[in-house]
Each structure stands twice: as C-alpha cells, then as structure tokens.
C-alpha cells in the first residue's frame, strides 16, 4: 500500500525567511509519481510540481525548489524568501504505476507566512 | 467552462436524507477522481473513474456512497441516509487528455456538504 506523511501539522514564519517542507513516501512500486499541490485560503488545490521516480534530479521554479532523495523516500518542498501570499496548505501526494493513476495525499502542511 | 465545476459549491441537509453532488470535468479528460477533505484534515480518495474501464470504487466508505458518470463525462455522487459524519468537502478533479494522462489533477472548488 502506498502512503505519504507530512510530519509537520503547521508552520509559521515570517516573511522573506526560507521554509522546508517535508514529505516521506512509501510505495513497493519501482515507477512512481510524487506531487506537490498548493491549497491556499480560497479553497481549490493547484498542482505545483510532478516527479516520475527515474528522475532525481533537482527543481528549482523561481523561489520554489524541490529536492527529491531516492534513498530516503523523501519529496522535500523549499520556498526560499517567503511571502504573505505563500500562506496556504500544502499537500504532498504520491501515485503509483507508468500513467499515474489515483494519488495518495498527506495531510498537508498549513504555512503561514506573517508580515 | 475552463476548469472544473462543481455543484451545488454548499449544501446544508439533514440527518437521514439523500444528497447529490455533481461534477463537470475539464473537457476532454479521461480521468475523473472524487475525494472528501473533512475540516483540517487531508484529502482521502473516495473514487476514480478512467474512460470506459471500470470505476475503482475503493475508497468508499460506505455503500450508502455511490457515483456514475455518464457519457464519459458528467459525474454524480450519491450520498444516501446522510450521516453528520459526512459532512466534508467533497473534492472532483479530471485529468489527462488520449493518451496524455501525466496525472497532474485539476480540481474543482468543491461542494462543502453540512449534514445537521
């Protein structure tokens, strides 16, 4: 079974200051697709990122970066210099299989980012 | 519309009574899921449906849930007997075009059902 933990409940930082979140995957599949979604106050998810499990090579999307460590099973998601409109529930989620099929979320993360 | 459409966006019902929710994929997408986010909690897979195959129905909590979806298209949940524990969330998303599912979801802004 496949199952995605976000250890952290809730983050609060001020702005401008880097935050990390984590993400730790289980699959027994070799080929996987790991995901990063934002929930902000409004209330729809939009997806952020897509990682097939062949590539470990690391994203960088303005102040979004993504680390994505094979030997860990970890999905880290870093917003360098954050801002107010950072605030939202993240969510990681992970999905089996060469198509991508259902995701399996975490709970997510609720940032805060204070001025 | 552009995205994913969902309706009714609230619905207040009472114990014991049946409720519909409905929603309108992106057009062109194969793949509709279903998923409920109950207050501050994560999202938990309710159904999937992908073009003509069978829907894996396995993340229905119970048999007073159930969905179709028409033509390919429109999909309905059905919530009978509500419960106040169904109160939640209820999140559609589509995604992937013939041949294209990279499996980036596109979600809807929900239907929040209050069961009192």
């Known amino acids: 079974a496949q199952k995605v933990t976000q250890a952290q409940t809730e983050i609060s930082v001020v702005e401008k200051e880097d935050v990390t979140l984590d993400c730790v995957y289980e699959?027994?599949?070799?080929?996987?697709?790991l995901f990063w979604y934002k929930q902000p106050p409004s209330g729809e998810l939009v997806f952020l990122i897509r990682?097939?499990?062949?590539?470990?090579q690391n994203e960088i999307s303005g102040r979004y970066s993504w680390n994505f460590q094979k030997s860990t099973s970890s999905f880290n998601f870093t917003i360098t210099a954050s801002q107010v409109v950072d605030s939202a529930v993240y969510f990681c989620?992970?999905?089996?299989?060469?198509?991508?099929?259902?995701?399996?979320f975490g709970e997510g993360t609720q940032l805060t980012v204070n001025p | 519309g552009a995205g994913v459409s969902q309706s009714p966006s609230n619905k207040v019902t009472e114990k014991g009574k049946d409720v519909e929710l409905r929603c309108d994929p992106i057009?062109?997408?194969?793949?509709l899921y279903w998923y409920r986010q109950s207050l501050g909690q994560g999202l938990e897979f309710l159904i999937y449906?992908?073009?003509?195959?069978?829907?894996?129905k396995s993340g229905l909590p119970s048999d007073r849930f159930s969905a179709e979806r028409t033509g390919g298209s429109v999909s309905t949940l059905t919530i009978q007997r509500t419960q106040q524990e169904d109160s939640a969330v209820y999140l559609c998303?589509?995604?992937?075009?013939?041949?294209?599912?990279?499996?980036?979801?596109?979600f809807g802004e929900g239907s929040r059902l209050t069961v009192l």
């Open positions: 990682r097939n499990s062949f590539d470990e």
């Open positions: 699959t027994r599949d070799t080929t996987y697709y």
């Open positions: 998303a589509s995604s992937g075009t013939s041949g294209s599912n990279t499996g980036e979801l596109f």
């Open positions: 449906f992908q073009g003509n195959s069978a829907p894996d």
């Open positions: 057009s062109g997408h194969t793949a």
């Open positions: 989620a992970l999905s089996e299989g060469t198509s991508g099929s259902r995701l399996t």
